[in-house]
């Protein structure tokens, strides 16, 4: 893989992170109106609708290079399992989110959620047998050690709702294996807009069961529905697909922990939060591991 597609796809991450970070000031706005699953399937449903005209108009332009994929069917197929298995992913473990979040506290719940970061190299370890360096443990361990700095406050014990939250770690962590799995294989455009399709499905049939929302509840959380719902959902995660082609899943993770970097600095700006010196050497610590990931090194090929 060249230096300069690497680069691309780690200002990818890099910018998918940017974005995550920031949406979660609309999301906490956004949850003072609707219950989790009826934010997680209307964002979904926007992301859907806003990936459409993206999908059309690189559709319409590469009609004429149609030979990726000769085997219609067999392509089909694939991406259909590939979207199957990222939605189910994304839907879970954001379901799991919702909960801990409830049973924990918010500061807790992104150090625990952001703990894929350790099981993403542990898993390609042991199931797909990828050898990590000692310079990814290394990095590993200051993003985490940067991720305690940030978002613990006060004394850390394991309760009930941050077990859930690991267990949403470890499913965060099974996405972004199965999109680095994929995004080799299928179109990245195919796989964002598909991926959201399950999850809109999944979240909207337990919303209709388990919440049924007003029009008025929906319609105070809108603004905050359009901005994940288009920025977060198409945007970001259309950009971890792409980066993702580029950046293998360990880093990828480590990059994309950098959401709690920028969503401690936009609730800063937005919200007014004050960022202390302990929350900003664990930020510094965090750049620091992505630093220490991307340097060179000789590769045997």
Not at 197 to 215: C, D, H, N, R
């Amino acid at each position: 893989m060249s230096k300069n597609k690497n680069a691309l796809g780690v200002v990818m991450l890099f910018l998918a992170a940017l974005i995550w970070g920031s949406a979660f000031s609309a999301q906490s706005i956004g949850a003072r109106y609707v219950n989790a699953y009826t934010f997680l399937a209307i964002r979904s449903w926007i992301s859907v609708i806003a990936m459409i005209p993206v999908v059309y108009f690189f559709k319409k332009k590469n009609t004429g290079n149609s030979n990726k994929h000769t085997d219609k069917r067999a392509y089909k197929k694939t991406l259909f399992i590939a979207s199957l298995c990222s939605g189910f992913f994304l839907f879970f473990a954001s379901a799991m989110q919702q909960i801990g979040i409830k049973e924990s506290n918010a500061s807790k719940a992104g150090f625990i959620t952001t703990l894929y970061v350790i099981f993403v190299p542990i898993i390609s370890i042991i199931f797909f047998k990828i050898k990590e360096g000692i310079r990814l443990w290394i990095s590993v361990v200051l993003s985490v050690a940067g991720l305690f700095l940030l978002c613990i406050h006060t004394g850390f014990n394991l309760e009930y709702g941050d077990a859930i939250l690991l267990f949403c770690a470890l499913l965060f962590a099974l996405q972004i294996i199965t999109v680095g799995h994929f995004v080799k294989k299928v179109d990245v455009l195919d796989l964002s807009i598909f991926q959201f399709l399950v999850v809109a499905v999944f979240s909207g049939i337990v919303m209709i069961v388990f919440e049924k929302p007003t029009v008025e509840m929906i319609i105070k959380a809108m603004p905050s529905l359009l901005f994940v719902g288009i920025f977060s959902g198409a945007c970001g995660y259309t950009l971890q697909n792409i980066g993702q082609q580029y950046v293998r899943p360990s880093v990828a993770g480590l990059l994309m922990s950098l959401e709690s970097v920028f969503s401690a600095i936009f609730a800063w700006i937005i919200l007014g939060e004050v960022l202390r010196n302990r929350e900003l050497a664990g930020a510094v610590l965090m750049f620091v591991a992505i630093v220490i990931a991307q340097l060179p090194v000789k590769r045997k090929e």
